[in-house]
Nanobody, 128 residues
Framework: QVQLIESGGGLVQPGVSLRLSCAAS???????????MGWFRQAPGKERDFVAG????????RYADSMKGRFTISRDNAKNTVYLQMNSVKPNDTAIYYC??????????????????WGQGTQVTVSS
């Protein structure tokens, strides 16, 4: 089982950049590079939505259409960390952002049910 801890959230103004991090630990018998990683977000009163995903090696990425061009997912397998670079943030980016790990697939999926492990989330609030 792997433990995921997100960080980097906070209260920011519209238009700024923000980078979220998700550190993984405790993956006994499997290295971090053995997991597809994803970022999801959940706004108050809404469902948890896919934001971005990255393959085990980092060579393949996938984004929700509304995030393309503004958000970038990356990973550093040597540091057991996945990142979400958020540029030009907007008020409707306000949500709790979760990272998730999928131990079964090799390419990122958009359905949250495909992911096996979840972090506790980090709050991002975009407001002037």
């Amino acid at each position: 089982q792997v433990q995921l801890i997100e960080s980097g959230g906070g209260l920011v103004q519209p238009g700024v950049s923000l980078r979220l991090s998700c550190a993984a630990s405790g993956a006994s018998g499997r290295t971090f590079s053995g997991y597809v990683m994803g970022w999801f977000r959940q706004a108050p009163g809404k469902e948890r939505d896919f934001v971005a995903g990255i393959s085990r090696s980092g060579g393949s990425t996938r984004y929700a259409d509304s995030m393309k061009g503004r958000f970038t997912i990356s990973r550093d397998n040597a540091k057991n960390t996945v990142y979400l670079q958020m540029n030009s943030v907007k008020p409707n980016d306000t949500a709790i952002y979760y990272c998730a790990a999928d131990e079964n697939r090799v390419v990122p999926m958009t359905n949250s049910r495909e992911y096996d492990y979840w972090g506790q989330g980090t709050q991002v609030t975009v407001s002037s």
